[in-house]
């Protein structure tokens, strides 16, 4: 029988040694390198490495390529980077992620934003630097897995669900644009990281689609647990945070249709992302049991 827990535990233990061994290769000492180390090992769920590492193994690759770790170091960079900004009085202004001040209260906003560009930056230098090593996946894979996550990240992806987000503070959105929202602000990077898991464990196209078509439903459902988190979580075992949504004004699945029929549709979203999984064998466990995971967590 998969055991989740141990699995998480086993993946996040590994791909916290690589992101420490990447800041402390890629920074010179001081208070940028501080501040980028303070909030990528400030804790979190990994969840967007594990993601794709799974990914990876369903598709029948080995999980532990180096080439997989530069991977989920990249995009646990790029995740760290959104957070960072997305904290900042200009963006959401929160005191608090992952249980400790966010990173411009314990450092400054100057600091907080070039720490977040720096993330940024450091996650596309540490994909390229998987070209030089000898004997990893093919340059064509690695154009591909960097494309899927700059596209995840950017103008079509995060950063334009975040555009979204913002801009709609205050009005009230359809269900349709609310849906569009968050599949390009939590979506697109969660997308991203299995499209990239996939194509390192030399996926087949109908097995790529179909993770795809699994990374959207938990995108999905991963969103609508947070939304609901917002209201009935508990701020200490979350890190951050709650009841905030409201207090700003924010479009939310139970602000739209209330709790208990957004609880239906994540509930309906993790149905389906199983569902795409139908014809993988027990190498997608991971993934199925991480889809369960997404809606009965509690931070
Ligand atoms: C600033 C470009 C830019 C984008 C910000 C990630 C994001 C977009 C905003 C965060 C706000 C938010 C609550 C989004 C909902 C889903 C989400 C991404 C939650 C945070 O991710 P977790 O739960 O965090 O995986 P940890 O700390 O576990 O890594």
Not at 132 to 139: E, V
């Amino acid at each position: 029988m998969f055991e989740l827990k141990s699995y998480l535990n086993e993946k996040r233990q590994w791909i916290n040694g690589a992101l420490e061994a990447q800041l402390t290769a890629a920074t010179v000492p001081g208070r940028l390198a501080d501040a980028m180390h303070y909030a990528v090992m400030a804790g979190g769920k990994r969840l967007r490495p594990i993601l794709c590492t799974a990914a990876a193994e369903a598709a029948g690759g080995p999980w532990n390529e180096p080439a997989l770790l530069l991977s989920a170091c990249s995009l646990e960079f790029i995740h760290t980077y959104s957070l960072i900004h997305d904290d900042l009085p200009a963006m959401d202004d929160d005191a608090l992620r992952r249980g400790k001040p966010t990173c411009h209260m314990a450092f400054d906003e100057a600091t907080a934003i070039l720490a977040g560009d720096a993330l940024l930056t450091l996650a596309f230098e540490v994909l390229t630097s998987g070209f030089a090593s000898s004997g990893g996946p093919p340059a064509a894979d690695w154009l591909r897995v960097i494309r899927h996550i700059s596209q995840g990240a950017g103008a079509r992806g995060m950063v334009e669900g975040q555009m979204r987000d913002l801009a709609s503070e205050g009005l009230s959105l359809s269900l349709e644009a609310l849906e569009a929202l968050h599949g390009l602000k939590t979506g697109a990077l969660i997308r991203a990281s299995v499209a990239a898991g996939a194509t390192l464990g030399r996926a087949e196209r109908e097995q790529a689609d179909a993770l795809d078509t699994y990374a959207r439903h938990i995108g999905m459902a991963f969103q609508v647990a947070d939304d609901i988190l917002n209201v009935t979580g508990d701020a200490a075992l979350m890190g951050k945070a709650v009841g905030t949504d409201q207090a700003r004004g924010k479009n939310t699945y139970p602000g739209l249709m209330g709790l208990a029929e957004a609880g239906e549709k994540a509930r309906i979203h993790v149905e389906s992302a199983l569902g795409a999984l139908d014809r993988f064998d027990s190498r997608a466990d991971p993934l199925r049991a991480i889809a369960r995971y997404v809606i009965e967590r509690k931070r």
